[in-house]
Nanobody, 115 residues
């Protein structure tokens, strides 16, 4: 069984920064993909960014140049550094681990960007 525990959400003003963390525990393959998705009220859950265990990254167009995803393989932890936050970045951010053949989700952490 795999568990994901997220931290780092909160309330921030537009233009501010937040850093999310997610640590995975359990039976985790050395080859995997970790990432972040977000869901705003009334919307579907959308990809924000992913990173492979080798360090290859992928970002949604809306966050390119503002968000940085990174990971520490030794700690099975993925980070999302969010800069220049906008109100439209508001939502519940979910950590995701693709650990073939299954996909796992964290419980979600709320990010609110508001003045």
């Amino acid at each position: 069984q795999v568990q994901l525990v997220e931290s780092g959400g909160g309330l921030v003003q537009p233009g501010g920064s937040l850093r999310l963390s997610c640590t995975a525990s359990g039976s985790i393959r050395s080859s995997n993909v970790m990432g972040w998705y977000r869901q705003a009220p009334g919307n579907q859950r959308d990809l924000v960014a992913t990173i492979t265990n080798g360090g290859s990254t992928n970002y949604a167009d809306s966050v390119k140049g503002r968000f940085i995803i990174s990971r520490d393989n030794a700690k099975n932890t993925v980070y999302l550094q969010m800069n220049s936050l906008k109100p439209e970045d508001t939502g519940v951010y979910y950590c995701n681990l693709y650990n073939a053949p299954r996909r796992y989700w964290g419980q979600g952490t709320q990010v609110t960007v508001s003045s």
